[in-house]
T-cell receptor, first 116, second 115 residues
């Protein structure tokens, strides 16, 4: 149980275009979804926290107009990278916290974004 | 916010030896401390976790210790095998009981186990 499905697993896009990444909780309700970015050989850096039905909270230094997050339902959260640039190329991964049956975090499989 | 420091950044051991990775955290309200193993291009995989009301936890070759007073926790891997080679991350959260808190990660340790 406690599966988060993330799509796409990889995407290549041209500079200036937008890319949408989806995370779905398949067998539990994800009240809160966390979005991380991971550059090569670095750690996971929290970008934003999204709560179902409300605006996302962004970490310092993360542009909210560039990284649009929508959490319209208890099972779906999306991250849209707008006007992508090569420096946005990274590994993006979502994570949902759960309380039942045991406390923990479930990660999506990640999305490798390459902007050319 | 929470700051998690992790050492060492790289660790090389011979097969069969033990490996120890240490982390410190800054927020005394943190109550959940997981350890993850991550292979290249994959999601982090939980290998063991510990809650703030426990001082030590063991699962076969893997153990974690927590010192709340000193605000540090450590991962111990015994009888290492080449397949243990990966990047390991520690993390801390104060989210137990409240799903609104994210995990804060250390910078990672690249473990290499040589035959």
């Amino acid at each position: 149980g406690a599966v988060v499905s993330q799509h796409p697993s990889w995407v290549i896009c041209k500079s200036g275009t937008s890319v949408k990444i989806e995370c779905r909780s398949l067998d539990f309700q994800a009240t809160t979804m966390f979005w991380y970015r991971q550059f090569p050989k670095q750690s996971l850096m929290l970008m934003a926290t999204s709560n179902e039905g409300s605006k996302a909270t962004y970490e310092q230094g993360v542009e909210k107009d560039k990284f649009l997050i929508n959490h319209a339902s208890l099972t779906l959260s999306t991250l849209t990278v707008t006007s992508a640039h090569p420096e946005d190329s990274s590994f993006y991964i979502c994570s949902a916290s759960r309380q039942i049956p045991n406390y923990g975090y479930t990660f999506g499989s990640g999305t490798r974004l390459t902007v050319v | 916010g929470e700051n998690v420091e992790q050492h060492p950044s790289t660790l090389s051991v011979q097969e069969g030896d033990s490996a120890v990775i240490k982390c410190t955290y800054s927020d005394s309200a943190s109550n959940y401390f997981p350890w993850y193993k991550q292979e290249l291009g994959k999601r982090p995989q939980l290998i063991i976790d510990i809650r703030s009301n426990v001082g030590e936890k063991k699962d076969q070759r893997i153990a974690v210790t927590l010192n709340k007073t000193a605000k540090h926790f450590s991962l111990h891997i015994t009888e290492t095998q080449p397949e243990d080679s990966a990047v390991y991350f520690c993390a801390a959260s104060k989210g137990m009981g409240n799903s609104g808190y994210a995990l804060n990660f250390g910078k990672g340790t690249s473990l290499l186990v040589t035959p």
